[in-house]
DNA sequence: GTCTATACCCAGATAGAC
DNA sequence: GTCTATCTGGGTATAGAC
C-alpha cells in the first residue's frame, strides 16, 4: 500500500463531476433520453475524453447510484442524529417532500422514477436502483420499531413510502405542488397518531 | 355526409390493430424505448408501410392515449351500471389493483408510468397523458360526492388515486405482488370508514 | 395498401495523435 | 488526460415500384 504513481491530475475530480452531472440530468431527462454528449457537454468535456472516465453507460449508471446511496446514507444519518426521536425523525423524512417540492412537481421522485424507467427496460441494474430504495424502508422500519411497532415496522415503512411516491407522481403529472402540502399534513397526522396511541397487537 | 370513397380496405382495422398493438408495447417497454420496427413487427407489416398509417410516432401516441381514455371511459361507465352503490364502484375501482396485480407488478401502472415519462421526455402529448388521470379523478370524486362529501370529493379523489400510484410503483421496485394485497386491505377499511361514518364538516 | 430501398441523423463506442 | 476523427448500429422518416 505504498503511495502509488495512480495520481493522475484531477481525474478523481473529473470523475466525480462527470457523475454528479449525470445523476442531475437522469432525474431531469431520464436515463435513456440523456445522451453522452448531454453529459459531455454540461461538463465540458469532449466526446472522446469520456471515455476515459468511464467506458460504458451502464458505468455511468452504476456510479450514479452508487453516488445516491451515498448521499441517501448520509442523508439518513443526518436525522439520525438530528433529530431526538423517532417519530421526529420520520417528520424529516415526510418533510423532505415539502422541501423538495419544486423539483418533484417537475421530475417526479429521482428513486421512483428511476426504478420505473429501468424496469420498462429491463435494465440488468434495477435491481440495484431498487436498494435505494430499501435503504429508506429499513431505515423507517428501524424508527418504527424505535416507536413501538415491532412487529409490523416493515407494513408501516412500505405504507409510508408508498405514500410517498403516490403524492410525488401525482404532484408531477398535475404540476401541482400544493398536492404535496395537502398530503404532508394527512401524513403528520397520520404520524401522530401512531406515535402517540398505544400500538395494538396487530396495529394498522 | 353522403358515403365517401374513402372506406379504404380494412386500414381502419390496419390502423386499430397498430394502436392495440403499441399501447401494450408502450406499457411494456416505455414509449421512447419502443421502436416502429418493434411496432411493426409485431403487426407483421414492413416498416414502410407503417408510415402508411402514421407518420410520426407522435402520432402513435396521441392514438395510444385516445384509445386508452376510450378504453376507461367504457370501464368507468361499467362500474357505474353494475355497482349500486358509490362505495361499491369505489371498491372496483381499488380492486382493479388487484385484477391487475401481475402486470403491475412487472411493468407499474400504465397511466402512472406514461406520464411519468412523458414529463421527462418534455412531450408535448404530456397534458393530454394526465387526462387520463382526470378520468379517475372525475368519476372518483362524483362517487365520493354522492358519498355525502361535496366539500372534499376531489382531495378524497386524488388521495385515493396518490395511494394507488404508490402501490404501483413499489410492487413493481420491489417485484412485490403480496404487498398490493396487503395495502388493498388498507384501503378497503379505509373506504368502508368513511362511506359508513357521519361526514364530519371538514373530514378526512 | 403493401412492399423494398434508402436517406439521414444521432446514439454509443473506438483509435490514435497530441 | 485531452483532443479530433471515425466506425457501427439503430432510430425516424421518405421515395417510389408494385
Known amino acids: 500500500m505504498i503511495a502509488e504513481h495512480t495520481a493522475p491530475n484531477d481525474s478523481g475530480n473529473t470523475r466525480s463531476r462527470i457523475t454528479e452531472i449525470a445523476d442531475q440530468l437522469f432525474y431531469e431527462r431520464g436515463y435513456e433520453h440523456t445522451s453522452f454528449a448531454d453529459i459531455a ?26 453516488r445516491r446511496m451515498h448521499k441517501t446514507r448520509g442523508m439518513l444519518e443526518g436525522w439520525e442524529t438530528e433529530a431526538p426521536t423517532p417519530a ?8 423532505m417532500m415539502v422541501m423538495n417540492g419544486p423539483k418533484i412537481r417537475q421530475h417526479g421522485c429521482p428513486v421512483g422514477t428511476l426504478c420505473a424507467e429501468l424496469s420498462k427496460l429491463e435494465h440488468p441494474a434495477q435491481p440495484k436502483a ?5 435503504l429508506f424502508r429499513d431505515w423507517l422500519a428501524r424508527q418504527f420499531v424505535q416507536m413501538g411497532y415491532p412487529r409490523n415496522a416493515d407494513a408501516l415503512a ?13 404532484a408531477n403529472a398535475f404540476n401541482d405542488e400544493g398536492f404535496i402540502h395537502q398530503e404532508v399534513e394527512q401524513l ?3 404520524l401522530h397518531d401512531i406515535s402517540t396511541s398505544t400500538p395494538a397487537t396487530g396495529e394498522c
Open 41 to 66: 457537454s454540461a461538463v465540458n468535456l469532449s466526446r472522446g475524453n469520456f471515455y476515459y472516465h468511464f467506458k460504458t453507460k451502464d458505468d455511468i449508471l452504476d456510479a450514479v447510484i452508487e
Open 88 to 95: 421526529a425523525r420520520v417528520s424529516r423524512f415526510i418533510h
Open 130 to 134: 431498487s436498494l435505494l430504495f430499501t
Open 158 to 170: 412500505m405504507h409510508l413510502l408508498a405514500r410517498s411516491q403516490g403524492i410525488a407522481t401525482l
Open 188 to 190: 403528520l397526522k397520520w
